[in-house]
């Protein structure tokens, strides 16, 4: 715990000195009055005094932009032009040229990747191991899908239609739902029969509903994705439709509630083993962090990770092998979606929502076995 205190108060003020760097270098030190770092300060605050604000999370986004490739080499050289066309500073032309060249090879973006992506399965197997050799006979040490109570589908609302990652075109405006959420749902599906194979019931709590149009509008969109769901074998009584998106700290308040209304929730008290479970079905890249942030609030997870961009098996193929070297849009947009859930986690553990560590996290997350 006070491990977790100061590593969260050295990066806010890592944080509070880059703020301040980057301050310096744009508006002279004359006119940085102390009024401004007054307002960095109680914006510190706020974010702790009350820690569901959306602002704070907004300002936040704004704060990490150099933090991401782009971000980085844009700012970088805008530093460089400080003194002129004509005294370009070489150096921080050349870090940006080599953070935008790296950050653009495919090679080097699923490696990062695919790290992230498996940490939650690697902990689970670690924990597994160990368990094996020390635990005392007669513990389960299998996955308990038969205890699984609710499926909660994190997704981007329906209203965004395009992934993220790529330009809309005339096709695309016409789709109803966007192919990334479809095949999560889709996915989710698959699980839910699983689950009822092993004894389990669960609800499926979907993220993604519309956070645009009037009532009529909204309830006409969720039917889509309640029809989706049915067309793939989840009865329509057992589908829940929230609009927290992406948003997983507010998703764990909405299903906390949601199972205290049923009287699902799990006793705080209760031995781990005996708890109730939450299926998670969400992007792998996004899975440790969402995973923890239920875990933090006494949620117990069994993962379901999708949407898996990482290494594969190699193929022989040498020219693909080649391929991987050549720099890509696709390969930064990976890159920096690595580095902005990296960040989006950071800022998660500085606002309290994920549980302590000492050399490693306090909490391992069970996964659903292939």
């Known amino acids: 715990m006070v491990l977790a205190l100061l590593t969260r108060l050295l990066i806010w003020a890592a944080v509070g000195l880059i703020i301040w760097y980057v301050l310096l270098k744009f508006i002279p030190r004359n006119f940085l009055t102390w009024f401004g770092g007054a307002i960095i300060l109680a914006l510190i605050v706020l974010s702790f005094i009350d820690p569901n604000d959306q602002t704070i999370g907004a300002i936040w986004k704004v704060i990490s932009l150099p933090l991401t490739p782009l971000g980085a080499s844009v700012l970088l050289l805008a530093f460089s032009l400080t003194n002129g066309i004509k005294k370009v500073n070489g150096r921080q032309v ?60 994190l997704g981007d609302n329906m ?49 993604a509903g519309p956070i645009d ?26 589908i829940v439709i929230r609009n927290t998106g992406m948003d997983v700290q507010r998703t764990v308040r909405e299903v906390r509630r949601y199972l205290e209304n049923q009287n699902l929730a799990p006793s705080r008290s209760a031995p781990q083993r005996e708890s109730s479970r939450i299926a998670l079905v969400a992007p792998a890249l996004s899975m440790r962090r969402a995973a923890l942030t239920f875990e933090n609030d006494d949620l117990q997870v069994i993962a379901w990770p999708t949407n898996l961009y990482g290494s594969s098996a190699p193929t022989g193929d040498t020219l693909a092998r080649l391929s991987d070297l050549v720099p890509s849009v696709e390969a930064l947009r990976l890159t920096t979606r690595y580095w902005e859930e990296l960040l989006t986690s950071v800022y998660y553990f500085l606002r309290g929502w994920l549980p302590g560590f000492d050399v490693r996290w306090n909490q391992v997350v069970e996964v659903v076995p292939q």
């Open 94 to 153: 050349a870090i940006a040229l080599l953070i935008l060249v790296l950050s653009s090879i495919p090679l080097f973006a699923r490696v990062l990747v695919a790290q992230a992506e498996n940490a939650v399965a690697e902990a689970y197997e670690v924990q597994q191991g160990i368990c094996e050799d020390v635990c005392p006979t007669g513990i389960p040490t299998d996955v308990p899908l038969s205890r699984v109570v609710t499926m909660v589908v």
């Open 159 to 207: 209203d965004v239609v395009i992934p993220p990652e790529e330009f809309p075109s005339q096709v695309d405006s016409d789709l109803t739902l966007n192919p990334v959420l479809t095949g999560r749902l889709t996915s989710a599906a698959d699980l839910y029969q699983r689950l009822r194979r092993n004894g389990s019931t669960p609800i499926v709590f979907v993220t």
């Open 213 to 238: 149009g009037n009532a009529d509008e909204r309830a006409q969109k969720e039917q889509t994705l309640r029809q989706w769901l049915t067309r793939n074998g989840v009865p329509a009584d057992a």
